[in-house]
């Protein structure tokens, strides 16, 4: 019985440290971007949110962006849906080449991150003939 313990209580031990490992070397291997100038610009292919965040207020059918000033670099566009209808938002300029969020439920919230440069882009919902309607905006960057 004690043996028995004591071998569990090893087991624990050896998996707390291969974790603990783990997390070092993950720490240790991973690089930043602005710390290094070997980094070749592969974006995360994540969802997380990242770069400067804008709320995208939607219904029917209208785009209200949280600001209208927008300096290059990185976007995420926090989509939330204020109307009955499904929404999305989708964005294509320079170095976008149509990204889109998810479509959006009623009450819900959805994002898409994009990497904006000195330019124009147009936002637009690409549901049905939402654009034509009057969700269709154009912003300016730089
Ligand atoms: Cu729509």
Redesign the pocket.
């Known amino acids: 019985m004690g043996a028995f313990k004591r071998r569990i209580m090893l087991v624990l031990a050896a998996g707390a440290g291969g974790a603990l490992l783990l997390a070092g070397c993950g720490g240790g291997d991973s690089p930043t971007p602005s710390s290094t100038s070997s980094g070749t610009g592969s974006p995360a292919a994540s969802s997380a949110a990242t770069g400067t965040k804008v709320t995208a207020t ?1 219904k ?2 209208s785009i209200t962006l949280s600001t209208t000033t927008f300096t290059p670099g990185v976007y995420t566009f926090e989509v939330v849906n204020q ?1 009955t ?4 938002l989708t964005i294509k300029g320079p170095g976008v080449d149509t990204q889109a969020s998810p479509n959006v439920q009623a009450g819900a919230t959805g994002q898409v991150t994009v990497t904006l440069q000195q330019g124009s882009y147009e936002l637009w ?4 003939n ?2 034509a309607l009057g ?1 269709d905006t154009t912003i300016q960057v730089g």
Do not use: A
């Open positions: 939607e029917e059918f109307g209808m499904l929404h999305n919902c690409s549901l049905d939402h654009k969700m």
